[in-house]
């Protein structure tokens, strides 16, 4: 098993910078994908950026790329999302997740935080 908890949520202005944070207990995570997802309310939760066991492979949404940054380090047991240039679209709850593959598949995670908010004001 592996617990998930998310940090770093908040309110910030347009333009602004977040660093989210995924500490991970239990079992290590060394072995799995992390992955952060957003859903706003009336949405569905959505793919943002995923991470490779080793941190070599990242990958991201289009609506993110070039502004957000996923990271990882294992022997902390941690992931991290920087998020420069906030938007107010980028208004959501953020989930991390881990799982056996870096997909963009909701589904295919086996392991959820509980969220942390992020506000983005214009």
């Known amino acids: 098993q592996v617990q998930l908890i998310e940090s770093g949520g908040g309110l910030v202005q347009a333009g602004g910078s977040l660093r989210l944070s995924c500490a991970a207990s239990?079992?290590?995570?060394?072995?799995?994908?992390m992955g952060w997802f957003r859903q706003a309310p009336g949405e569905e939760r959505e793919f943002v950026a995923a991470i490779n066991w080793s941190g070599g492979s990242t990958f991201y949404a289009d609506s993110v790329k070039g502004r957000f940054t996923i990271s990882r380090d294992n022997p902390e047991k941690k992931a991290y999302l920087q998020m420069n240039s906030l938007k107010p679209e980028d208004t959501a709850v953020y989930y991390c997740?881990?799982?056996?593959?870096?997909?963009?598949?909701?589904?295919?995670?086996?392991?959820w935080g509980q969220g942390t908010q992020v506000t983005v004001s214009s």
């Open positions: 997740a881990a799982g056996v593959y870096p997909t963009t598949v909701v589904a295919s995670y086996d392991y």
């Open positions: 239990g079992r290590t995570i060394t072995n799995y994908a």
